[in-house]
Each structure stands twice: as structure tokens, then as C-alpha cells.
């Protein structure tokens, strides 16, 4: 069974805006309306049990309940309009509004002679008016049958009188969204080609997720992380690796060029540059045999992947002095010094409570901040729904048209962003007020949210050092800063 809780600001405005228009204003003045939010019940993982309000199995974004003599001698009001809240947030503000007005159109004061009817209680007696029209039907039978079938009959009576109102003949980008639509599946690209029957050598190792992930996150080149896309993309994409690699995607600002990797264009003019050795030696564990390592290593323009490479011989029970003296030559090549690469923590929405990371939100202006916690909250193990609503709400009331349209593309799986995503912001939003040192050196020199910066600098009064850290961030933003969206 769904939950029911008092409505959001933009419902309630949304409410009182229909409310006040003409053809509602006086026909309902002596109607008492309720208004509640409706969201789905949860299992025992926090996964939605079903659809908020839905009609025949079908996800619906509101309706009215007309409530018992009963309730209203107990003081409940005459009617209660239930939004989706759900997918509220999918909506933008003139939707939402329409979907009000849709359910206080279908609230119909009874009359008599031109006059309401009262009930025992002098309350007006209310129905639900009847829809104007309904079309239902399956595609396979309008297909199959014609113009012999009810739902092509029905849909041609609708075109035929209200043609102009229902189906305007809008230009694709004009076209409302489908707020109703599952996400689409992903499918692998042409990214598949790369590999086998190109020519190439150069496949995916045999590393298990987890520690790929791991490694990924400490990945620095371009060259490198791109060549493990194209590895990863030319046998069955794994989620998780797919996953790490866009978050280290959009924090070196590099789509464009993973999108080339995506569709198999890499290697048109100007063709990208690629690291495929070091993805090979990335992907694959620490006990390669010699003659892998002879092919690789001298390839590899990767240093802090040859610093693995030496570190892992180094640990060997028996190293072999030829390999780590080839790593060593290779790192001299480079121009770096033999150690590790400093970890990296791999960009995660933080620990703050959900009722205080509402609030935050709400305070926000900064639709990269809002479009960084939005990613890094989709990619929970756990997605808490209304913090992704209230992320949709707050680009509501800022009006960010923009910002919704990339929301609903990270919620596809895509990163093809109007908006740049500020994932440092993000991971400071979401964190309390004892976030670790190590998190706080890797964000806040990449943050550019300055509102985010302040709230960490209160949290961090009592704290010496790290202030020195924000401060002099916040003086770099102090100039207006490139790629920054702040409205």
C-alpha cells in the first residue's frame, strides 16, 4: 500500500495556482481540498514496491478521492487530490500544474435546479465527473486489424474532432517527455569492432571487477582511461566498470572524446590518442608471463600504471630482475620517479542524513552541484528517491529546463550533459561535518561551488590546516570561472 505525506512546495504552489483560476475559483470556492503525496511502499532493501498511483497496472500522476459522509462529520476534508510524488520531480512546473487541473476539473459539485445539493452535514454534495474520453487498446491488434479495430476507430474519432488540440504537429525537440516511459536498455556500440577483426592485439585482461574498479579510480590519463573504455565496450560491457570509467569520465572532462570511443569513431581524423598497453596491463592481474610484459611495457606512456607494474614485481616471491629492470628504464623514459600513484578517492555521495541533505538541497543554486549529487546519488548502491525527487524539485523552482533534461539522461545511462557535472561539489554536500582530510584535499581544489565551499569552512572552524585549504580555493572562484553554470 502506498504512503501518503503532506505535499511538497511545488505541489502546494502548483495547487494554489489551478485553485485560483477562473473556471475552478467559484465553482469549488465552498470545497474543502486536501492535498497529499503519494509514494510507493518499500521492501526490507528500500526498493519501491510498485507504482506510487497507477490505474489498471499503469503509473498514473494523480488523482481524487471524495471523502465518506463519515470522514466529513469527523472534519476530513470534502476531497483529497493525491499526486505521484514519486515522479513529481520528472515534471516540469506547467505539467505539474496541468496535472492538478486535471484532478480539481474532475471534482463535479452536484446541483439541483442551478443550486448545490448539500449533504446532513451542509457540505456540497460532490461526484467525479466522467472522463471526456479514454483510449485503451493494444498496438498489435491496431496493427493487425486496421481501421476494423476499436483502438484505431477511436483514435480516428479523436483526430477527426479535437485533431488541432491532441496531436499539434510539434518539431522533435518541442515534443513533451514521456514521464511515463521505462528507461531504455542499453545496447552495445559500435565500440565492439575495436578489437577483433580490426587488426588489433590488444584485448581486455582477465581482471574481475572489483579490483579493476579500484584501479580505474586512480587512473590520471585520458589516454589510458579511454583505452580501457575501448577494451571494455568490445566484449560485454560489466556495469560496474562501465560506471567508474564515466565517473572518471566527467571529472577530467573528456565526453566528447569517450563518446568517440562509444561509437567506434576513435580512430577518424583527428583520431584520438590511446594508450591500449597501458589498458591491457591495467585490466589484466599482477602475474603476467615475461614475454606479455616485454610486448607491453615498452609501449606503455603510462606511469603511474608502470608503478604498479614494479610495485607488483617487487612483492613477487621470487622478482625477476630483467622485468623490473625494463619497468625501470621505461619510468626513466617517462621522466618519473618509481613509486605509486597517491589514491584517489573514487567520487561518492557522502554520509549526511537524508533530512539534512533535503534541506541542503533546497538552499542550492548551482545546477552543476545539483546535476553532480544527482549522479553520485543514482549511482548508490541504494537510490533514495526522494532525494533524487527533491533534486527534480529544486530544478523546478529554479526553472532549469536544462538541468531536468540531463537528469533523465543520467537516469538512461547516459552523460551527454548540457550542464557540466560538479562531482566535488557533490561529494562535499553530501558529507557531515566530520568528513575525512583525505576527502576534503581531493574535492575541494575541484569544487566550484563557492556556497558548498562556505558550508564546509563553518564545518571546519575548529579544524587548522584544512581552513588554508578552502580559503584559498574560494579566493581562485572569487573572478568568474569558466565552465561554472550558476543561476
Known amino acids: 500500500m502506498p504512503t501518503f505525506e503532506d505535499p511538497s512546495n511545488t505541489m502546494e504552489d502548483a495547487f494554489q495556482a489551478v485553485r485560483a ?45 471524495i471523502s465518506s459522509l463519515e470522514d466529513r462529520a469527523e472534519g476530513m476534508a470534502d476531497v483529497r487530490v493525491l499526486l505521484n510524488g514519486d515522479r513529481w520531480g520528472q515534471l516540469s512546473a ?59 476507430h477511436n483514435f480516428q474519432v479523436l483526430f477527426d474532432e479535437h485533431g488541432q488540440t491532441y496531436l499539434p504537429l510539434l518539431a ?25 577483426g580490426s587488426g588489433s592485439t590488444h584485448e581486455r585482461g582477465p581482471l574481475a571487477s572489483a579490483p579493476l574498479v579500484a584501479r580505474i579510480s586512480h587512473l590520471t590519463s585520458p589516454a589510458t582511461i579511454l583505452a580501457v573504455a575501448k577494451l571494455e565496450l ?28 562509444e561509437k567506434g569513431e576513435d580512430q577518424q581524423d583527428p583520431p584520438l590518442e590511446l594508450d ?65 600513484a ?20 533546497g538552499k542550492l543554486d548551482s545546477s552543476d552541484t545539483l546535476l553532480g549529487i544527482y549522479i553520485l546519488e ?17 530544478a523546478t523552482e529554479l526553472d532549469l529546463g536544462t538541468l ?16 557540466m557535472p560538479d562531482l566535488a561539489a557533490g561529494v562535499l554536500a553530501t558529507s557531515d561535518d566530520a568528513v575525512d582530510d583525505r576527502t576534503l584535499d581531493a574535492n575541494v581544489p575541484e569544487c566550484r561551488d563557492a556556497n558548498v565551499l562556505r558550508w564546509v569552512l563553518e564545518a571546519l572552524a575548529d579544524r587548522d590546516g584544512l581552513t588554508d585549504l578552502v580559503n584559498e580555493r574560494l579566493a581562485q572562484l572569487a573572478a568568474p570561472q569558466p565552465g561554472a553554470t550558476i543561476h
Open 21 to 65: 483560476l477562473d473556471c475552478h475559483r467559484d465553482r469549488l470556492a465552498d470545497v474543502k481540498i486536501a492535498v497529499f503525496s503519494a509514494h510507493a511502499s518499500r521492501d526490507d532493501d528500500d526498493e519501491p514496491r510498485g507504482e506510487a498511483l497507477a490505474r489498471n497496472g499503469v503509473p498514473i500522476l494523480g488523482k481524487i478521492r
Open 94 to 152: 506547467a505539467m505539474q500544474r496541468a496535472v492538478v487541473d486535471s484532478c480539481l476539473t474532475s471534482i463535479e459539485v452536484r446541483q439541483k435546479d442551478g443550486a448545490p445539493l448539500l449533504d446532513d452535514e451542509g457540505r456540497p454534495k460532490l461526484q467525479q465527473r466522467k472522463w471526456d474520453f479514454e483510449l485503451v487498446g493494444f498496438h498489435e491488434v491496431a496493427v493487425r486489424n486496421g481501421a476494423s479495430s476499436v483502438e484505431v
Open 172 to 196: 522533435p525537440d518541442e515534443r513533451p517527455v514521456n514521464y511515463l516511459a521505462t528507461a531504455p536498455k542499453r545496447t552495445r556500440t559500435k565500440a565492439k569492432e575495436i578489437t577483433k
Open 234 to 261: 568490445a566484449k560485454k560491457p560489466r556495469g560496474p566498470v562501465i560506471k567508474e570509467i564515466k565517473a572518471r569520465v566527467l571529472e577530467l572532462a573528456i565526453l566528447p572524446a569517450f563518446i568517440r570511443v
Open 276 to 340: 591500449l598497453d597501458a589498458a591491457v596491463l591495467v585490466t589484466s592481474p599482477a602475474d603476467l608471463d615475461i614475454s606479455t610484459l616485454d610486448r607491453l611495457v615498452p609501449e606503455c606512456r603510462d606511469a603511474t600504471v608502470l608503478g604498479w607494474i614494479l610495485d607488483d614485481e617487487r612483492a613477487r616471491e621470487e622478482p625477476r630482475p630483467e622485468v623490473a629492470e625494463v619497468v625501470e628504464r621505461c619510468l626513466r623514459e617517462l621522466g618519473a620517479t618509481v613509486v605509486n
Open 342 to 361: 597517491a589514491p584517489r578517492p573514487t567520487p561518492k555521495s557522502g554520509n549526511v542524513p537524508e533530512t539534512v541533505l533535503r534541506a541542503r538541497i
Open 378 to 394: 543514482v549511482q548508490r548502491k541504494k537510490t533514495r528517491v526522494r532525494i533524487t525527487n527533491a533534486l527534480r524539485e529544486r
Open 404 to 419: 531536468h533534461a540531463d537528469m533523465t539522461e543520467v537516469d538512461g545511462g547516459g552523460h551527454k550533459f548540457t550542464n
